[in-house]
């Protein structure tokens, strides 16, 4: 019976589930452990703060980990299976060093120590050394200056032992009840400007798609005047804007020049000197029930007429140069290169709506090196997106202030 009982002990012992012996927590020496100055020259001594040292003495050699966290600057220390009870953390010697030190259990079978520090600090140098009858963990702590304190970027999440929270970039503005036309020029047999094997119709159209993907994401209903390699008439994509109820239209071009005449990005808007003859060019070419937005100038004479559009561009005008502005200004803060005249006005059939602010981007010149490469790097053509876009959802804060602003 004995040598049975003596089996069935040996099996026990060696069967894989079978629960292994409580070891006994490790204890810290308090009276081996410090915090100490440690200047490494006069003019710590002289001006300081000098660098600091914490020694914490062990009776056996312990998983450990130690970090910074902020607001105040701290130095966290944890140690697994180290029993600090009974330990008065007013017994260390330099307790006098930091403003603050407590410690105790924070989670079953870990120990933390917490010590405030005097200023902002890094870890210098961290390691356990094992040598002889006892462990003793050492940790150098070297000053700096605020800028450089690099702390965990969540003291809270540290301190509760969870992982620090991820960096998520900032949602972009949204725009809800924006409507805005896109139209990238030319396209079917009319291919626009050439250069280096590249087509304007192909570039802005391109550029147009990844446009109205970054503006559907802030909440902007977006239309386009052509979304594949077709010709539409210029009157056409006004027409177009108008039956989308757009509050924008925006046109995309990509000219081409001699060489060295002309670099950068430009945002044209109607030239005011010529709205008598764009007044006179879309009475003789449109319907009369396609001139302005919900009014029907069918009977009406060419006078009648001009004299309404007029009237209807003294508020879009000022409306179109606001967009230019602000367009200009996020392209530069994004360090997109500009002509040197980066706002210009130009009697383009696309400008002439007399009720929709419009305004003609000329991305680059194709025929200059630089432009062209711009316009081939997806790197490129997402800051300008993103320079566009928010010129966009900006140019819309201001609409809706001005909204406010209006007599009824």
């Known amino acids: 019976m004995r040598a049975v009982c003596l089996i069935l002990a040996l099996v026990l012992a060696l069967w894989p589930g079978a629960p292994a012996p ?4 490790g204890r810290l020496v308090l009276g081996g452990s410090s915090l100490t100055q440690a200047p490494q020259g006069w003019w710590h001594r002289l001006f300081g703060p000098a660098p600091l040292e914490v020694a914490l003495t062990l009776d056996r050699p312990v998983p450990w980990r130690a970090f910074l966290v902020g607001e105040p600057a701290r130095l966290v220390i944890d140690l697994r299976d180290v029993d600090l009870a009974g330990l008065d953390p007013a017994q260390l010697f330099g307790k006098d060093l930091a403003p603050a030190i407590r410690w105790g259990s924070f989670r079953r079978g870990w120990s933390r120590l917490v010590i ?8 210098a140098r961290a390691g356990l050394q094992t040598q002889g009858p006892e462990a003793r963990l050492q940790i150098g702590l070297d000053p700096v200056a605020p800028e450089d304190f690099a702390p965990r970027p ?3 999440a540290a301190l509760r032992n969870l992982p620090d929270p991820a960096q998520l970039p900032e949602p972009p503005p949204r725009a809800p009840g924006l409507s805005v036309t896109l139209d990238p020029g030319h396209g079917g047999f009319d291919p626009g400007a050439q250069a280096g094997g590249e087509t304007e119709a192909a570039l802005v159209l391109a550029f147009a798609q990844e446009l109205r993907r970054a503006l559907e994401a802030r909440g902007v209903t977006v239309s386009m005047t052509r979304d594949s390699d077709v010709y539409v008439r210029l009157e056409d994509r006004m027409t ?7 509050h924008l239209l925006l046109s995309l071009h990509a000219d081409a020049l001699p060489q060295g005449q002309a670099a950068g990005a430009t945002v044209y808007v ?5 709205d008598g003859r764009a007044a006179a060019q879309l009475a003789l070419r449109h319907q ?6 919900g009014m029907d100038l069918r009977g009406q004479d060419d006078t009648l007429a001009t004299v309404l559009m007029d009237f209807a561009r003294t508020d879009t005008q000022p ?6 502005r602000l367009l200009t200004s996020r392209m530069a803060l994004r360090g997109i290169g500009l002509h040197g005249r980066p706002v210009q006005g130009a009697a383009f059939s696309v400008l002439k709506s007399p009720d929709i602010p419009s305004v003609l981007l000329e991305l680059g010149f194709i025929s200059d090196q630089t432009d062209l490469a711009n316009l081939t790097d997806p ?11 928010e010129a966009t959802t900006g140019w819309w804060r201001d609409e809706q202030a001005r909204a406010g602003l209006l007599r009824h």
Request: net charge negative; no cysteine; hydrophobic share 50%.
């Open 22 to 25: 409580a070891q006994e927590g």
């Open 116 to 123: 405030e520090l005097p200023g902002p600090y890094r870890v």
């Open 154 to 156: 969540s003291a809270a």
């Open 240 to 246: 177009a804007a108008r039956q989308a109820g757009a």
């Open 270 to 274: 109607w030239n005011p000197a010529s």
């Open 288 to 293: 009369r029930d396609d001139l302005l937005a």
């Open 319 to 324: 409306r179109s140069e606001a967009f230019a």
């Open 379 to 389: 790197e490129w053509r997402a800051r300008m997106v993103e320079a566009v876009a």
